[in-house]
């Protein structure tokens, strides 16, 4: 299943009828059209374009497009360059990613220098999205809301004197609860567009027909959301059991959002302890792909540990307690009394 992410534009003679620094200003009706329904979809925009740099803010004005892309990138250099650039401050992987163009010619030169992006005119783009059945969940919908406030975030980190007292100036509140049927959608995205965090030891598509079925198991979902907004549901593990008070690890996906806050392993902690579990021993099968050693990492960090010549780790729940929540991460537990819940 193709995965869409983000889509970098370029503007001449792509978004615009015509060039900008030769005085057209009238917009590509049907990328226009693109434009919304991919900001339906939360899929992140973004725009790089050889124009002087004083030319895009009024334009994109004009067009009413000033709040619609997440990164704009504008210079007379290489446009290979700038979606590198892109690419890095989005954080996502070019496999993940389309660059549209109408010029045939910026379309094989962005393929040939960065392995893996799609290089669509914007009549592949319309027909990719007429052939696409994926439903947007509520985080879909607001991922551009979301990343801004990542921005939002960021800067305002970066001009803390003490980061540590920054972050706990967020009110970050994670809430651990119980998975219900409305979760459906958003955990299939977790599990079929979270690289870096996914245990991948089973398909996604038969992790996901689990999930309702009705043998016995525990499927835990987290949230997140501080001062700046509302990240909405960021993590999920489906817990079966496997013998005496053991747990076998079915699925776990953690949204990449967390690692910025430094609260993957706070999350991983939360999902593991909810009190609806109960167990007191972990087992999973880590499969290595070329995206997910940072899962790995912080398996590792919980305290897992490997099974010599097998590709399963194991954990003892008595070690979860000995670890240290950041004094930043507020836990909450749904689903269970507030006597038993543990909070950071």
């Known amino acids: 299943m193709r995965i869409l992410k983000a889509v970098i534009w370029d503007l001449d003679e792509t978004l615009l009828a015509g060039i900008l ?104 783009l319309v027909a990719f999205l007429a052939g696409d059945a ?24 970066a001009g803390a004197i003490d980061y540590a007292t920054f972050l706990r100036s967020c009110n970050i509140q994670l809430t651990m609860r119980p998975y219900v049927p409305a979760d459906a959608l958003r955990v299939e995205e977790l599990l079929t567009r979270t690289h870096r965090m996914n245990l991948g030891a089973i398909p996604a598509e038969e992790a996901i027909a689990r999930l309702n079925q009705p ?52 999350m991983l902690i939360g999902l593991l302890c909810h009190p609806d579990a109960g167990f007191q021993r972990y087992r999973c099968r880590y499969v290595a792909n070329d995206a997910n050693r940072p899962l790995r990492m912080l398996l590792m960090a919980a305290g897992f540990r490997p099974q010599r010549g097998t590709d399963w780790l194991t954990l003892e729940a008595e070690d979860l307690e000995r670890l240290e929540l950041p004094a930043w991460a507020h836990l909450e537990y749904q689903g269970a009394s507030a006597a038993e819940a543990r909070s950071g």
């Open 21 to 124: 620094a030769e005085g057209d200003k009238e917009a590509n009706p049907e990328a226009e059209r693109c434009l919304t329904e991919l900001e339906k979809r939360g899929v992140l925009q973004a725009l790089a374009t050889q124009n002087q740099p004083e030319m895009i803010p009024p334009a994109l004005e004009l067009w009413g497009w000033s709040d619609l892309f997440v990164q704009v990138v504008v210079s007379l250099g290489p446009k290979a360059k700038k979606v590198k650039t892109i690419l890095k401050a989005l954080d996502i992987s070019p496999l993940d990613t389309a660059f549209v163009d109408e010029d045939p010619f910026e379309r094989g030169a962005i393929a040939a220098q960065i392995p893996g992006i799609t290089a669509w005119s914007v009549s592949e």
């Open 215 to 266: 043998d016995e198991h525990q499927v835990i979902v987290a949230e997140m959301r501080d001062i700046y907004g509302d990240m909405g549901r960021c993590g999920v593990i489906h817990l079966t059991p496997n013998g005496s008070s053991e747990a076998l690890i079915e699925s776990l996906a953690i949204s990449c959002r967390t690692r910025a806050r430094g609260l993957s392993l706070a």
């Open 134 to 157: 994926t439903v947007a969940t509520e985080e879909g919908r607001r991922r551009a809301q979301m990343y801004r406030e990542q921005q939002a975030r960021e800067r305002d980190g």
